[in-house]
């Protein structure tokens, strides 16, 4: 069946409980585990202050470091479950795009993420990465809520 699930995860509550769900399906399966999270490229013109304050190199740096403290949860809960795992940092600013890129690079065969919940305008507004990967992605999608 799946050989291969990518977990992407922004590190929120509900990530982890999709991470989790998305071990337990694969230590069921026998398949192998990709955790990824994507993180934005530096920018000379922003308002997140950090990018204000940064250089380019402190930016990545900075970013690589926030990325494996984000994907240490996912590489924990496959160790424990004894399930194979390899983690993934893209940068991008469109994580939707960087998850459905990594998916298919790496040959994964099933998407597990999860769905926040937003609802009415602050969905509408704010948008869903989960979303976008639905609607763009061939590569099957399981939604954890």
Do not use: N
Not at 57 to 69: F, G, K, N, V
Not at 95 to 115: H, N, S
């Amino acid at each position: 069946m799946y050989k291969r699930i990518l977990l992407p995860t922004d590190g929120s509550d509900a990530s982890a409980r999709a991470v989790q769900a998305g071990v337990d399906f694969a230590r069921e399966l026998g398949a192998e585990v990709v955790g990824m999270t994507a993180t934005p490229p530096f920018h000379v013109f922003s308002t997140d202050t950090r990018m204000l304050e940064d250089t380019p190199e402190l930016h990545a740096a900075s970013a690589a470091a926030s990325a494996r403290r984000t994907m240490d949860p996912v590489a924990a809960a496959a160790r424990a479950a004894g399930v194979p795992c390899r983690l993934e940092h893209a940068v991008s600013d469109q994580p939707w795009q960087a998850i459905i890129d990594c998916a298919q690079r790496l040959g994964c065969d099933l998407i597990v993420m999860a769905a926040h919940g937003r609802r009415g305008l602050a969905g509408l507004l704010l948008g869903s990465e989960t979303q976008k990967v639905l609607v763009h992605s061939t590569i099957p999608v399981l939604v954890q809520r």
